[in-house]
């Protein structure tokens, strides 16, 4: 869904009231359990990565917490067991990526080994599919009214389209206003307006042009441990390419996934999903992965701790404030 939908919007496909969702929202926001933020969509020619790194009993932690603050960094997390560091790193430059995967990690003490596995195609996540697990859920027609009304889907980081030559590009001009957009991805134009000096009407034509070419979007982070799903998981599926298509619109359509891609390396199918415990775990692998006869192999590595969540640096199982 929209993160910049508006509160009487959600109000009215929920039968509440404006003031009621505003405050829900709020207290949510306050509480560490949600977080809309503006993120920047990958760099003309440039690919994003999920790195897993082996490291020493004991080094899991400084590792996770040194990848953390790395801005070109996304998201960390540790995997149970405590040697093993998950990180997503969306680089800027072939020269930023570099640095990362050929210099800087496979020369840092405490690793061990590493693997990096190139995002090819997106099926679920980054503002498509997203994770819905809820006893509540929308129903599809609550799904639709609110769809009908939000922004048309961006290209690049959502739909996989590479944006045409015309396609709008961030600019340093822009830096202030993806600032502002990542601090708050629901910051109204005033407020845009007043952090960028600029008219209402020219952030909000700005924005759909951003917006329209996926060099922004708008990602609605959840904690969900903080919901009672305390069984996260990463998945790593091996399957023929042949099938691979097939099987990744699967594992996407389900509930409890997060995000699900294509990829490169070892394995050539990635999924992140939440459950609520070791037996929705189970039932959830039964289910969705069991069904699928083309699979030759999968991997569930268990999220022991997450230490980053779409650029924010956890305190705890919560979301930081702004």
């Known amino acids: 869904m929209d993160g910049r939908s508006s509160f009487s919007r959600i109000a009215a496909v929920l039968s509440s009231s404006e003031q ?15 977080r809309v933020r503006g993120l920047r969509g990958p760099a003309d020619g440039m690919l994003d990565w999920y790195v897993r790194v082996q490291v020493r009993p004991g080094a899991a932690d400084s590792l996770a917490a040194a990848l953390a603050r790395r801005r070109d960094v996304s998201w960390v997390t540790i995997t149970a067991g405590g040697t093993e560091v998950v990180c997503s790193t969306r680089p800027r430059t072939p020269g930023q990526r570099d640095a990362l995967l050929l210099e800087r990690l496979p020369r840092a003490s405490p690793v061990t080994s590493l693997t990096a596995h190139a995002i090819l195609h997106r099926y679920a996540g980054s503002g498509w599919n997203e ?59 005033a407020q845009l307006a007043a952090a960028t000096r600029w008219s209402k009407g020219q952030v909000a034509r700005r924005l759909a042009s951003l917006f329209a070419s996926g060099a922004l979007y708008v990602d609605v982070e959840i ?92 305190r705890g199982p919560r979301l930081p404030e702004p």
């Not at 009621?20 to 929202?25: D, G």
């Not at 994770?131 to 509540?136: E, G, I, M, P």
């Open 131 to 189: 994770w819905t697990a809820f006893d509540d859920p929308l129903d599809p027609e609550q799904t639709q009214e609110l769809a009908a009304h939000r922004d048309p889907r961006p290209q690049g980081v959502v739909t996989n389209q590479i944006p045409g030559p015309d396609a709008a590009r961030l600019t340093p001009a822009d830096a202030a206003l993806a600032s502002a957009l990542h601090e708050d991805g629901r910051a109204t134009y």
């Open 20 to 34: 009621t969702v505003a405050r829900r929202y709020r207290r949510l926001r306050e509480q560490g359990v949600i």
């Open 223 to 314: 904690a969900t441990e903080l919901l009672g799903f305390s069984a996260p998981a990463l998945l790593w599926i091996t399957v023929p390419p042949s099938e691979l298509t097939a099987a990744a619109e699967r594992i996407a359509a389900a509930r409890e996934s997060a995000f699900v891609a294509a990829v490169s390396g070892p394995a050539n199918l990635h999924a992140t999903v939440a459950c609520r415990d070791p037996h929705h775990l189970h039932e959830f692998l039964v289910r969705e992965v069991g069904a699928l006869k083309a699979v030759h192999m999968v991997e569930t590595s268990l999220m022991a701790r997450r230490v980053k969540q779409a650029g924010s640096i956890m």
